[in-house]
């Protein structure tokens, strides 16, 4: 093995669940979400797909307003830990504030999935809790790639792949660009 080898690092495919609905100094949630997309780029070895925009109720609290939600797939180098690390600092700049569970936020990023991995530690759960019963979420996957799989099931059968209750896109993969 040449020296130069023991310096390669190893790139995962990662997609991150993006939402919003609150504003902040900087923008409303579509700019929010622009902005976190431009942050990702910076985590990544290449390029970020991005679905479209979907504007979605909140799964928690109903006395909130609804949300603007969105995938990123991306290639990094970083490990799960490392990304989560990176995600919240990206959230904290972007003035989150946990207040209550499932409540009000200016940003979320969520590691959906890490590769083909499975991880279970106090820290990170992947594939995320919940990702095959939330529309808002497996809809923006499928675009992005309709032949995953999480725990050897075709997300494109899972129930929330079907169920359009609560959801609407508003617009393509080119809201990321759009000002």
């Known amino acids: 093995m040449s020296v130069a080898?023991?310096?390669?690092?190893?790139?995962?495919?990662v997609y991150i669940g993006l939402g919003s609905n609150l504003s902040n100094d900087s923008g409303n949630s579509r700019q929010i979400l622009q902005q976190a997309v431009q942050?990702?780029?910076?985590?990544?070895?290449?390029?970020?797909?991005?679905?479209?925009?979907?504007?979605?109720?909140?799964?928690?609290?109903?006395?909130?307003?609804?949300?603007?939600?969105a995938v990123a797939g991306f290639e990094t180098q970083l490990t799960a830990h490392e990304l989560l690390?990176?995600?919240?600092?990206?959230?904290?700049?972007?003035?989150?504030i946990r207040l209550r569970r499932w409540g009000e936020r200016t940003l979320d990023l969520d590691i959906l999935l890490y590769a083909e991995q499975c991880i279970d530690t106090p820290?990170?759960?992947?594939?995320?809790?919940?990702?095959?019963?939330?529309?808002?979420?497996?809809?923006?996957l499928l675009e992005l790639d309709a032949q995953l799989h999480i725990a050897d099931m075709p997300i494109k059968d899972c129930l929330a792949a079907?169920?359009?209750?609560?959801?609407?896109?508003?617009?393509d993969s080119s809201w990321v660009a759009s000002s």
Do not use: W
Not at 85 to 96: K, S, T
């Open 5 to 13: 080898a023991n310096y390669l690092v190893e790139s995962h495919l």
């Open 162 to 171: 079907q169920e359009s209750k609560g959801i609407c896109q508003i617009a």
């Open 123 to 140: 820290e990170l759960t992947i594939p995320h809790v919940g990702i095959l019963q939330r529309n808002f979420v497996v809809i923006p």
């Open 39 to 69: 942050a990702l780029k910076k985590l990544s070895t290449g390029l970020v797909r991005v679905s479209g925009l979907y504007l979605s109720k909140p799964m928690g609290p109903q006395d909130q307003p609804d949300y603007l939600n």
């Open 85 to 96: 690390a990176a995600l919240q600092q990206i959230e904290q700049q972007a003035g989150r």
